[in-house]
Each structure stands twice: as structure tokens, then as C-alpha cells.
DNA sequence: ATGCAGATTGATACAAGATAACATTCAGCA
DNA sequence: TGCTGAATGTTATCTTGTATCAATCTGCAT
């Protein structure tokens, strides 16, 4: 476990996203191979686009990429896409957006907590665990047993708010 | 501020609802003059309907109710009065069930934190000021300026883990 | 090689959630 | 009484997501 809590996200304008991209694609033929899951050229397609950028991006907008290159999809294209990236843990839904973007470190389950700037649309993916056992405690302390995470924070990114 | 982080839900089986409801009417009342709004038979309506249990209401299901009594209203009926009532800090939005549920302390301002139980449909709202505080450090160490957050934790109320 | 089973994708239709735009009615007040 | 802005009615449309069944592909056993 790290120190830091940031995954991704609000990186410098000048950070090499290639690399980002690359790493992304080569840790998720690792996650899939190890799950005994195909990443197919559809699949891999849908996650491309998600890593396009630190933003997420909406279903029907991925829908629109992709009719650039195959004929005529259909939403369902995209959502069983989407539903088998999420399976994997590779890409994230973001529920206050309707939107998904791409998991900055798969491999390791978890839920993710967001930090949405409202302004120019990028997110940042931390992961504090003080957060979650503290979560865990209070729903504990009722008896409640804890499934599933939603936390998506929006404000506004240090460069937004300066500009 | 308590020290008893729950705000609503989870309640005894022979919880004096009626007395739940005629309370969060008439804080609502409240809410609504001292903002210097009405609180008008459609607004109190919907409302009434979100506090007829502690489950979320989707919209279209507050609508179909909505039809028992007025004559064919339409999306933009009930759309209107919720966005009112989320204004006035009386209900909130569940985004991950895309679902209402009133608000179980208007008046303090605050986004509420959620405890959904996934069997029986059960939503308890909690307000934790440690845990807003340890994401507002999180946000700040990264120079990102909070203004709204969605905390929705999934999983099992005590009663539907044993039975 | 051939054929089969399950997984994947294609295709059509529709359900569910939400909003835009404009018309009408209502409440409060000059 | 008549005006004004708020509230509601009405119609149409947009966005988001599923259900269903058909066609194709992949890996494997024969
Ligand atoms: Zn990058
Ligand atoms: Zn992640
Ligand atoms: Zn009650
Ligand atoms: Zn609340």
C-alpha cells in the first residue's frame, strides 16, 4: 500500500500519456489472460477510447467512436463492452455522470473514489483505505455489511480554479 | 453535532411512521417559508409519497402514484417538484439507484451518506462529519475544491443478512 | 478435417430516465 | 381589476440502458 492516495488523474500537460495508455492496454491482456477472459479487438477497441483521456466518457459518445470504424453498433455493443471491462475491473462507472472511464490500477480490486472537476471534466482516481474502513466501521456499527462502494466527490481541479 | 452518525433509516419494524411523516412534513413546511417558497398540494404531494416508507422512489413509479390521484400528469410533473425539493435540501437524489428519498434532517445543509440495502431495498441516511473531513484533506492535498459529494455504499441491513 | 458447445457479436426493438419548449393557470399585489 | 412572475399543464424529444433472438466465431473433441 502506498502513501499516496492519487491512482490517476490531474496529471501535468505534459505527461506522456502514451505511455499511460500503453501501460493501461499491456496491465489489461494481463488481468484478462489471468482471468482466462479474451481482450477481443472489440473490447480492446471500447477500452482505447475510454484511455483516450483522464475524462470519462458516456456510452453513446463511445457508441459514436466507434461507428468510425465498424458498421452501424448498436448500443449493445458497447454496454456488453462496458459490462465486461467493469467485470475485469479494468474501467470504472462514474453513477453521478452516467459515464465510464478507464480503472487506473487493475489488478487490485477495489471501488475507487472519484474527484470530478466540474469545469474542465477530468478525474482524478484515489484510493484512501482510512476512508473505506471508515466507512466499513460506521456500517458495521449498525449491522450493516458493506458490498459495494459509490464515492464521486465534485469540486473543482487546482487549474480550474486559478483560471 | 451527535455523536450518533445516523440520521434515518433501519428502524424497528413498529417504528411510528406516522409520526416519521408528520415530522418531515412540517419541517418541511418550515424549510419552505423560511426560504420564502411554497410548499404547494403538488410539492407536498410528491413528498408525501417519498415518505411513505424509507425506500427510495424512482420517478416514473412516483409518478404512476401521481396518476391515482391527478389527471394524466406528465415526466416534467414530477421532474419539477423534485428538483424543488432537492433545492430546499428535503429529498435526496440516490445516483447509483437513479431514485428519491426524503431527507431525513433537512434544514443542516449536507449531501448525506447512504447505507442501501440491496435485498430489501432499505436506505438508511448517515452523517459523518470525520468522514467529509478526511475527504475534504484528501481533496485539499491535491489542491482540488469540494462541492459536492455522492457517497453511496451497497450491501445487507442486519435483518436481511440473518433471514 | 469435422462437428459441437459455449462465448461473442450483430441486429431489432423497446424500456427507463430525463429535459426542452411553449401554453395555461394561479397567487400575490399594485 | 388587471398585471407579473411563479407554478403547472402539454407535447414532443432526447438520453441511457435492456430484452431478445440470430449469426458468427473459438476452442476442443472426435
Ligand atoms: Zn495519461
Ligand atoms: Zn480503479
Ligand atoms: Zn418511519
Ligand atoms: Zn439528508
Redesign the pocket.
Known sequence: MSDNIIIQGFESAEHDHRHCVADALSEAERVCTQRG??F????RTVFELLWSSHKPV????LLAQLALT???????????????LQEAGLVH?L?S????IGCGEPGRRHQGQFLICERCGVVAELDDEALTSRIDANARKIGFKVSDETIEITGLCRQCQVS
Open positions: 477472459e479474451r477481443t479487438p472489440l473490447r458516456k456510452a453513446y459518445d465498424h458498421d452501424r453498433p448498436a448500443p449493445p455493443t458497447v454496454y456488453r463492452a462496458l459490462d465486461f462507472k453513477e455522470l452516467n459515464a465510464y
